[in-house]
């Protein structure tokens, strides 16, 4: 699991680590069942305090992301919630806010950029099916 801080954005630490964690679940990264860093290690990976881990996996617990077993570590929970749901769709509003906001730097409109992104949708998409024909016959 790979979680990088920045001291210089301003957002607390353990913020950061919850909304890393957030962003690799909803973008199943970390699936569920999948074991996390145990406290003094992340707390080491990322040279801060153990609280600091502990605080943001309490409130990861809290929200229903993660839960604990007993002397065996940290998981991720089972999130087929409205809270993965919602978490995916604040990641694209994020990513369509900076794509319109490059499009409107660059002097494109909007009939523009949703042209662009139809031909690039059916281009991914005719990736994906050749690679999921590829596994099928291969499975």
């Known amino acids: 699991m790979l979680i990088e801080i920045s001291l210089e954005d301003g957002v607390p630490i353990y913020r950061q680590i919850v909304n890393q964690v957030k962003y ?3 973008s199943r990264q970390l699936v569920p069942d999948d074991e996390l860093p145990g406290i003094r290690m992340l707390a080491e990976q990322l040279l801060v305090t153990p609280n600091t881990v502990v ?3 309490r409130e990861l617990e809290h929200e229903g992301l993660i839960y604990k077993r007993q002397g ?3 998981y991720v929970a089972d999130v087929a919630s409205p809270l993965a749901r919602k978490e995916q769709k604040r990641i694209l509003n994020q990513r369509a806010d900076a794509l319109l906001a490059d499009a409107q730097r660059l002097g494109f409109s909007l009939d523009e950029v949703r042209e662009l992104l139809d031909r690039r949708h059916a281009t991914l998409k005719k990736s994906l ?3 999921i024909t590829q596994e099928q016959r291969d499975g």
């Open 72 to 74: 065996a570590g940290t």
């Open 24 to 26: 690799l679940v909803a």
């Open 55 to 57: 605080k943001a996996y």
């Open 129 to 131: 099916d050749k690679v």
